[in-house]
């Protein structure tokens, strides 16, 4: 079954830690995206990457860092600059860079708590 | 820049109940507009899309939506729910040109059996 992995699904981090969360795909999908959502808020875009070894902020990409080493994988590193870290983080993925066509592809996402 | 409004929070209908959930956006040129679901528990996943033509959009499970260019807005509806419609749906706009879809708050809606 082709699809998106996310893990962990739950993930406890230390208040000055980095964590990473993981994201693969074996869809040969193009590109790559990662959300945070939080109550009320709907899905904000943190960082995206069309192709390998390239990739672009999103709205809100203060506090976190990503890579794209390879087509299946786009890691997202949230970093002890994030202020406000705990939240649901989604990855998605498209076809085509142009996503209009197809929609994306999300995985099931990660819970991470600040404890 | 575009945004996404969803002025619906929380919905509770009983089953059988007429649903329509509001969505307006803000951006003057041309867009594709989607709807998508999230079960508890489950990935997020699309209903319907309208990219162009025909403004009234058919999707999955009985869902449809209506495309109002003057309105700017992209309403969800069903004749009628059942318990296990009770999800978030969130509305979601593209540009024509630009790849990055722009999600609206949700909506969460509970069924009442």
């Known amino acids: 079954d082709g699809g998106i992995t996310q893990s962990p699904k739950y993930l406890f981090r230390k208040e000055g830690q980095n964590v990473t969360l993981s994201c693969e795909q074996n869809?040969?999908?193009?590109?790559m995206y990662w959300y945070r959502q939080d109550p009320g808020q709907g899905l904000r875009l943190i960082y995206y990457?069309?192709?390998?070894?390239?990739?672009q902020k999103g709205d809100i990409a203060e506090g976190y860092s990503v890579s794209r080493e390879k087509k299946e994988s786009f890691p997202l590193t949230v970093t002890s600059a994030q202020k406000n870290p705990t939240a649901f983080y989604l990855c998605?993925?498209?076809?085509?860079?142009?996503?209009?066509?197809?929609?994306?592809?999300f995985g099931s996402g990660t819970r991470l708590t600040v404890v | 820049a575009q945004s996404v409004s969803q002025h619906n929070h929380h919905v509770i209908l009983s089953e059988a109940a007429s649903l329509e959930l509001g969505c307006n956006y803000s951006?003057?040129?041309?867009?594709?507009l989607f709807w998508y679901v999230q079960y508890p528990g489950q990935h997020l996943q699309l209903l319907l899309k309208?990219?162009?033509?025909?403004?009234l959009v058919k999707g999955i499970k009985g869902f449809e939506a209506e495309f109002i260019k003057s309105k700017f807005s992209f309403n969800l509806r069903k004749p009628s729910v059942q318990w296990s419609d009770t999800a978030e749906y969130f509305c979601?706009?593209?540009?024509?040109?630009?790849?990055?879809?722009?999600f609206g708050g949700g909506t969460r809606l509970m069924v009442k059996p």
């Open positions: 998605a993925s498209t076809l085509d860079r142009a996503p209009a066509n197809y929609g994306y592809t």
């Open positions: 869809l040969n999908h193009d590109a």
């Open positions: 990457s069309q192709i390998v070894n390239d990739f």
């Open positions: 951006y003057g040129g041309t867009v594709n």
């Open positions: 309208y990219f162009s033509g025909d403004p």
């Open positions: 979601a706009l593209k540009r024509n040109a630009g790849n990055m879809l722009t």
